[in-house]
């Protein structure tokens, strides 16, 4: 217990070189917001809960900036010349090149006003990218077409300029929003630890503030509440639930000398606590810090799509105006040589290319959620390709994680099966103890009705008695048996995984109840499936060997790892990535947490806590171990569709930019202004289609 409880013994040095890395944070927004966490209200930052609310507030304001435009984008298009020579028709009247103007101007300055700070970030950084490259590509298209209404002899641009504006829009508004939330995990963290505390004065018990409470401080913990702080039981004793923040299934039973943790759960009985160390520095804290470190040290995926981009801005614009210079000094005029410069630009525009990536997400994303996977971390489901380790917690992951009856067991024929039940819950009834629980859920499964009990009294430590019927009736431990000299039923002999509790009816040994966390039954096949793929299988627990040996042998795991902190799951984490596997790391507990942010890949479980939630990359919507092979066919699949749309996002670009630019002109072989926009919408098509075309094999 010493051990598992030694908060103070985290490596710090482990977590604290991964803040080199915080600047290669995930960028997964407008490709220059950096994600952000939480307010910690425990010497964190307060500014930083302020920001998730102000990532919320950009998603609403690319929304509507995005229908305002779409709205604005039907007038622009069918007052442009080029649309009404398109479809055949003249609806040019006194004034409409002006009211075009004005239309296409508000298009630019509040459509485009995104896009136009952004390159005006990246230039201040130094680091053109996307943003430069749709912001100069509007800026171009907005200022030859003013020039046109002006005087400028050629044809204007501004209906290529809105809808170009309109779907990156609309490119950007999806991809904000399926990362909306990643900032939530420290929140939840924090809302774990309560803000009050119980501090027992002299000659009262005063309430305070949890972040005021300092060394040897004494608090006191009611029944039902969370510790409040790491510390020493001075008077007391009660069942502390832990598995948020250790990992073990079973409620643990401090006594007397024995430390608690900070925002465990305290049982049926009161506690005095003798405060360790303040808040800042309490276990809860450090996996605060942990999870925090972890986050910041995942290096950033560079997409293939920035990448892309940003070789586009520097061909775009070296192009752009080569050909300006080339056409304009070799004796064209300046409407001429304008005209070829800005269909080199149009060419280039992103259209196809910002969307290449967000479309196939937007897919994706849907299909997944249909198929019990929820993403909530795009670059983790793209690498779930490369994954070659999946590292597994015990407790809700491969296992149901809540104590169900498994076995009833009469040794008397007066008491059947159902009677066993039925006398004890009658007792159950009146105790909060999970093994209780676990024995009224199969009462009122098996629709019994619990009857009323008498003299109800806890016998500390071994069980519960009470009056039923006439009859004394109890349920207590294997320990009470042996204490009374009660002779254990043959063939008795509870496996590695279960809790037994004996019903004894006047003296007289009635029958006995096994309860366990049950293995799912889709485990075993999951494991197996991985087998056949050549990708190991790794349990990760905080529970005992004997539990974590006897799970893993019943599955067929690779290894396994048992009474581990969650200091010490990020630990092995590292272990593994530095022999050169690619790891995943699914969990649904707080002590998952962690873990999940260092792996390559966190996928938790949907039945389990919000913050494992958070923290991973992906949640298995129906907590089925199954949908992780089809999680990772899926993340292969989805990637050769991403590789597909960028590839022709910028191969057309090829042969379109050269004749934009006037190469074959001596040949009469050159592309109008019209054909490079056609062109650029029919990548954008081609995009979109094979996007669609993405399909989930299960």
């Known amino acids: 217990m010493e051990q598992k409880m030694d908060m103070g013994k985290m490596d710090e040095g ?117 943003m430069f490259l749709i912001g100069f590509a509007i800026t171009v298209a907005y200022i030859y077409s003013v020039a046109i209404v002006f005087g400028l002899q050629g044809m204007d641009f501004f209906w290529e300029l809105a809808t170009l504006i309109l779907i990156m829009l609309l490119g950007h508004w999806i991809e904000m929003k399926s990362v909306a939330g990643a900032s939530k995990e420290l929140e939840l963290l924090v809302q774990l630890m309560p803000a ?51 990992g073990e299934s079973k409620p643990v039973k401090k006594v007397v000398g024995e430390k608690v943790i900070a ?60 050909t300006f ?31 290449a990536v967000p479309l196939v997400v937007a897919k994706s994303t849907a299909l997944s959620a249909k198929n019990g996977l929820l993403i909530k971390n795009r670059t983790a489901f793209e690498n779930a390709r490369k994954i070659t380790t999946i590292v597994f917690d015990k407790t809700g992951t491969l296992t149901v994680g809540k104590f169900e009856v498994s076995k009833i067991i009469s040794l008397q024929k007066e008491f059947n099966e159902n009677e066993v039940i039925r006398l ?13 629980t676990g024995i009224l859920q199969k009462a009122k499964d098996l629709s019994i009705t619990i009857p009323a009990t008498e003299n109800f009294k806890a016998i500390t430590g071994k069980g519960v008695e009470a009056t039923l019927e006439g009859k004394q009736i109890l349920v207590v431990s294997p320990g009470y048996l042996k204490e009374k000299n009660i002779g254990v039923p043959d063939g008795f002999a509870a496996n ?43 349990l990760l627990t905080g529970d005992n060997n004997k539990v974590a040996k006897s799970v893993s042998a019943a599955l067929g795991l690779d290894s396994f790892f048992a009474e581990v902190l969650p200091a010490q799951k990020l630990d092995k984490i590292k272990e593994l990535q530095r022999s050169g596997e690619f790891v995943a790391m699914t969990g649904d ?37 199954k949908d992780i092979v089809s999680l990772i066919l899926f993340g292969k699949a989805t990637y050769r569709k991403m590789i597909q749309n960028l590839i022709w996002a910028t191969g057309y670009n090829v042969i379109a930019l050269p004749l934009a630019a006037g190469v074959l002109y001596n040949w009469h072989i050159m592309l109008t202004p019209a054909m490079g926009a056609g062109l650029m919408t029919l990548s954008t098509v081609v995009v979109a289609i094979n996007a669609s075309l993405l399909r989930v094999k299960n």
């Open 424 to 436: 004890a819950a009658s007792l159950e009834q009146q105790s909060e103890h999970p093994i209780a």
């Open 196 to 246: 009050d505390a119980h501090m027992v004065m002299p000659d009262m018990v005063h309430d305070v503030k949890t972040e005021t409470l300092k060394e040897d401080d004494i608090i006191l913990v009611k029944p039902g509440e969370k510790v409040a702080a790491d510390g020493i039981i001075t008077e007391g004793e009660s069942y502390l639930n832990e598995s948020m923040l250790t």
């Open 496 to 538: 590695d995984t279960e809790t037994v509790v004996f019903l004894l009816v006047n003296d007289k040994l009635a029958g006995y109840i096994a309860l366990s966390d049950e293995i799912r039954p889709e485990s075993a096949g999951a494991i197996q499936t991985l087998k056949e793929n050549k990708i190991k299988s790794i």
């Open 325 to 355: 210079l080339y056409w304009y000094l070799t004796g064209q005029s300046l409407a001429f040589a304008m005209e070829r410069m800005v269909t080199v630009i149009v060419i280039c525009c992103p259209h196809a290319l910002g969307l």
């Open 14 to 130: 482990s977590t604290n070189n991964l803040t080199k890395k915080a600047e290669q944070k995930d960028d997964a927004n407008m490709g220059h917001s950096k994600m952000n966490h939480g307010n910690m209200h425990h010497g964190g930052n307060p500014k930083m809960g302020m920001e998730g609310h102000s990532h919320n507030m950009m998603i609403a304001d690319f929304k509507k900036r995005f229908f305002v435009v779409l709205a604005l984008t039907v007038p622009v298009m069918l007052l442009s010349m080029m649309i009404q020579q398109f479809l055949g028709v003249n609806w040019q009247f006194t004034g409409s090149k002006y009211i075009l103007f004005a239309l296409s101007t508000v298009v630019f300055f509040y459509g485009g006003w995104p896009f136009l700070k952004g390159l005006v970030d990246e230039v201040k950084t130094k680091n053109p990218g996307m």
């Open 263 to 322: 925002g465990a759960l305290n049982g049926n009985g009161s506690i005095k606590v003798k405060v360790s160390h303040a808040s800042k520095d309490s276990y809860l804290s450090q996996v605060i810090k942990l999870v925090d470190d972890a986050q910041k040290s995942k290096s950033k995926t560079q997409l293939l799509a920035d990448t892309a981009a940003k070789w586009l801005t520097v061909i775009a614009i070296v192009a752009g105006l080569g």
């Open 589 to 625: 507990g707080i002590n998952d947490a962690p873990a999940l942010a260092q792996a390559d890949i966190g996928i938790a479980v949907g039945s389990g806590s919000d913050i494992a939630a958070e923290t991973a990359g992906i949640i298995l919507v129906n907590s089925n171990p």
